[in-house]
């Protein structure tokens, strides 16, 4: 989690966190994950001045406590959107993914996935499903991780499509799971704001985001049908329109933060409690 003034990470199991300043406040691009190789959690930003026509690569180790410098990444910048979260990197096993976009395209239709893997700091390009490649006007405007597996989103031709891969780095387990059709005259007209965040329990379902957090849809895989939530319906603000944005990155490994600089996990400080004072 972060603001203007740091960056916490958090153990929700233990009630720990540690802490340290924001060094730099360009950042274009972030991410949060475990090296099982080192058996480190790192936390990537990537930035950006407005001086240079790169982007700088930091890497922060929780196992040293330390901040550095890696590869600059040339010849791409951030695939941006008014979505606050894409920014985020999508975690899938030990790698971090965004969409990003060639420098000099002037175009989003040369969308590609970006993948930094935690293990050896570098970065890869992913394979999109074959399918896609000569569709007109598309548009990859998003990745997201769908029950364990990589998925990403795609604009085109009045439609939106959801793909998964279903093992990581093979081109040919790229399934197509869901196609709407983009109602522009509707009140809901899907557009890239369309983000798969879970399956139900019976995996007959997938939870959506939609409008930024103000609507959730649930769309049933087998009859092609959906149900829009509103998850203000019932709340006292039912008469003004919020949005949900994300602060923070979810690493589930773990229930202790690694041994730091050779201190015990345990010094790391309890997370304050507020205290509830609403009467019942």
Request: with cysteine; aromatic share 14%; glycine share 6%.
């Amino acid at each position: 989690m972060y603001n203007e003034q740091g960056i916490s990470l958090w153990n929700t199991s233990t009630n720990k966190f540690k802490s340290f300043p924001l060094w730099i406040v360009d950042i274009q691009l972030d991410g949060f994950g475990y090296d099982s190789v080192s058996y480190d959690y790192k936390v990537v930003m990537v930035t950006k001045l407005f001086s240079e026509d790169f982007l700088r690569v930091m890497i922060y180790s929780v196992k040293t406590n330390s901040l550095r410098r890696i590869q600059d990444l040339h010849g791409l910048e951030p695939f941006s959107t008014r979505l606050n979260y894409d920014h985020s990197g999508v975690l899938v096993g030990s790698f971090l993914h965004w969409v990003a976009h060639p420098l000099n395209e002037r175009t989003a239709y040369h969308n590609f996935i970006l993948a930094f893997d935690l293990r050896d700091e570098k970065f890869r390009k992913v394979p999109q499903p074959r399918d896609m490649i000569d569709v007109e006007d598309k548009v990859l405007n998003m990745v997201s991780e769908l029950g364990g597996c990589l998925s990403l989103s795609y604009q085109f031709q009045g439609y939106v499509d959801i793909w998964i891969m279903k093992e990581y780095g093979v081109e040919k387990s790229w399934t197509k799971l869901v196609s709407v059709r983009s109602c522009q005259n509707s009140d809901y007209s899907f557009h890239a704001t369309l983000k798969p965040l879970c399956y139900s329990k019976e995996g007959d379902k997938i939870l959506m985001d939609y409008k930024e957090g103000k609507e959730i849809i649930s769309y049933d895989l087998k009859n092609q049908t959906f149900d829009i939530i509103d998850i203000f319906k019932s709340s006292k603000y039912n008469k003004k329109r919020y949005g949900v944005f994300k602060s923070g990155f979810v690493c589930a490994t773990t229930s202790a933060f690694p041994i730091v600089n050779g201190g015990s996990s345990s010094t790391c400080k309890k997370m304050p409690r507020k205290k509830n004072s609403r009467k019942s």
